[in-house]
């Protein structure tokens, strides 16, 4: 079973930046990898994903806000947030597949408010 464990998330000031780390419990070597967020009465939509070779993409609400990356040697992905708005607020989640499930973590929380 592979587990994958959120870090990271809590209160923040519009403008400013958090980091999300996703710590998994097996090597992340080649594997796709990506983050995805939950804001109340929504559904869970992607953010950001890197592929295997390291080819990213991001929603076009993060694009030039965001950037995700990943350790190979830590098996941890990140997500670094700036110039986070208040209508980032939402439970954020990182994903892997794995053939042939997908992995889900428990999800962090952010919120952006003054």
């Known amino acids: 079973q592979v587990q994958l464990v959120e870090s990271g998330g809590g209160l923040v000031q519009p403008g400013g930046s958090l980091r999300l780390s996703c710590t998994v419990s097996?090597?992340?070597?080649?594997?796709?990898m990506g983050w995805y967020r939950q804001a109340p009465g929504k559904e869970r939509a992607l953010v950001a994903h890197?592929?295997?070779?390291?080819?990213?993409k991001y929603a076009d609400s993060v694009q030039g806000r965001f950037t995700i990356s990943r350790d190979s040697t830590k098996n941890t992905l990140y997500l670094q947030m700036s110039d986070l708005k208040p209508e980032d607020t939402a439970v954020y989640y990182c994903?892997?597949?794995?053939?042939?499930?997908?992995?889900w973590g428990q999800g962090t929380q952010v919120t952006v408010s003054s």
């Open positions: 890197i592929s295997g070779g390291g080819t990213t």
């Open positions: 994903t892997t597949y794995i053939p042939i499930q997908r992995y």
């Open positions: 097996r090597t992340i070597l080649g594997f796709d």
